[in-house]
T-cell receptor
Framework: GAVVSQHPSRVICKSGTSVKIECRSL??????MFWYRQFPKQSLMLMAT?????????EQGVEKDKFLINHASLTLSTLTVTSAHPEDSSFYIC???????????FGPGTRLTVL | AQTVTQSQPEMSVQEAETVTLSCTYD???????LFWYKQPPSRQMILVIR??????QNATENRFSVNFQKAAKSFSLKISDSQLGDAAMYFC?????????FGQGTILTVHP
């Protein structure tokens, strides 16, 4: 099956700093990628949808100036958490649509801890 | 907006027994996809099974099968011959307008 990677898998940062998370489709071209947030023992919450070469579409309640998403190529999307605060600590998961496939392939997730 | 409801926060089953996880959804679309995902402690999302709404036949993947009732908007997952490795959080998901909507999840415990 298609493989999606995320980097880093874990990151710890100080409050007020910015953190970038990368999501890559390794063996297919991803026209659309998604970013989710998940708190412990809870469901995945869609944050935004990014299409290659265009601006991301954010879900209601998600601050687009805080969570910057860039999808500059068909294999890479990045999520930057700007001026991170402890409440931004969470598990972030990306997924990608393959061309012509009605299935999302998920990355392994990134655990962000903001001190 | 589509909603997906999993009414069982936790379920448990004895090894080798059968367990059924429930899922209902709400939509006005006629064509869509439904999925069951497994999330083990590693937190990697793993696709268990998928169902296309226009197909009447219930999907089956080895020990996993679904009971898809389109009119009732119900999509339950049956796990037969449960194994210790089946222990995980299971999410039902609806794919519509290009987006996945997830249920709240069911934590499945498998007792040896």
């Amino acid at each position: 099956g298609a493989v999606v990677s995320q980097h880093p898998s874990r990151v710890i940062c100080k409050s007020g700093t910015s953190v970038k998370i990368e999501c890559r489709s390794l063996d297919f071209q991803a026209t659309t990628m998604f970013w989710y947030r998940q708190f412990p023992k809870q469901s995945l919450m869609l944050m935004a949808t990014s299409n290659e070469g265009s601006k991301a579409t954010y879900e209601q309640g998600v601050e687009k100036d805080k969570f910057l998403i860039n999808h500059a190529s068909l294999t890479l999307s990045t999520l930057t958490v700007t001026s991170a605060h402890p409440e931004d600590s969470s598990f972030y998961i990306c997924s990608a649509y393959g061309t012509g496939v009605n299935e999302q392939f998920f990355g392994p997730g990134t655990r962000l801890t903001v001190l | 907006a589509q909603t997906v409801t999993q009414s069982q926060p936790e379920m448990s089953v004895q090894e080798a027994e059968t367990v059924t996880l429930s899922c209902t959804y709400d939509t006005s679309e006629s064509d869509y996809y439904l999925f069951w995902y497994k999330q083990p402690p590693s937190r990697q999302m793993i696709l268990v099974i998928r169902q296309e709404a226009y197909k009447q036949q219930n999907a089956t993947e080895n020990r996993f099968s679904v009971n898809f009732q389109k009119a009732a908007k119900s999509f339950s997952l049956k796990i037969s011959d449960s194994q210790l490795g089946d222990a995980a959080m299971y999410f039902c998901a609806y794919l519509g307008y290009g987006k996945l909507t997830f249920g709240q999840g069911t934590i499945l415990t498998v007792h040896p």
